[in-house]
């Protein structure tokens, strides 16, 4: 698939204004943001390929990467990860959203390659700054830090949705109950996990710099 750029994005990077991507926007781009779709649409400023990664935007230039319910589609999961470390900023910052893997629905989508836990984004984590249960870092040289993580709990039903939200309070109170519920879901679906991170570039003489 041919990358198309329906912008100037030269001008757009040096108005001086913050970059800022919103990854498969679809028909609900925030305005300010660049859309950027597999879907040639109206409010779609460039129409790629997200498996192919992001070529089209420069190492170290944007400022915020937001990914709605994007990851899940993607084959290259870790390539992904990869791009977005590449072309933020050292003080740049990703917000992403994906399925919880008790979330019934997320296994009727077919294009989903995949579920979340809360564990999947410290992978990539340091084992010092990762959760009380360490996951391996070593499958990959890629390097986030985790600013925060919240599991969304909702329901689509009126009638479940206030006791679902008031559940999920108490659960992101703390990241000891994050773990707890993780453990032990108690039969209560989550939706979806909130993720907010920044890269680790690599710095001088070749080590991680936060």
């Known amino acids: 698939m041919e990358t198309r750029i329906k912008i100037n994005l030269d001008e757009v990077m040096s108005c001086g204004e913050p970059v800022v991507l919103e990854l498969g926007c679809g028909t609900r781009k925030t305005p300010g943001r660049i859309g950027v779709d597999c879907v040639d649409l109206p409010e779609v400023d460039i129409v790629a390929d997200l498996e192919a990664g992001l070529d089209f935007m420069p190492d170290n230039s944007v400022d915020e990467i937001h990914a709605e319910h994007v990851l899940e589609h993607l084959e290259n999961f870790e390539g992904m990860m990869r791009e977005i470390c590449r072309v933020l900023k050292a003080s740049g910052t990703c917000r992403v959203r994906v399925p919880h893997f008790t979330n019934p ?106």
């Open 105 to 210: 629905y997320a296994y009727s989508d077919y294009t989903h390659k995949r579920v979340f836990g809360l564990y999947t984004f410290h992978y990539f984590v340091d084992e010092a700054h990762q959760l009380r249960r360490k996951v391996p870092s070593h499958y990959t040289d890629v390097r986030i830090r985790i600013l925060s993580q919240r599991l969304i709990f909702r329901s689509p039903f009126k009638l479940g949705n206030m006791g679902r939200k008031l559940f999920g309070r108490m659960i992101n109170c703390c990241t000891w109950m994050q773990e707890h519920y993780e453990a032990n879901p108690w039969h209560v679906p989550c939706h979806a996990i909130e993720v907010i991170f920044a890269p680790v570039k690599p710095g001088a003489g070749g080590e991680l710099s936060l």
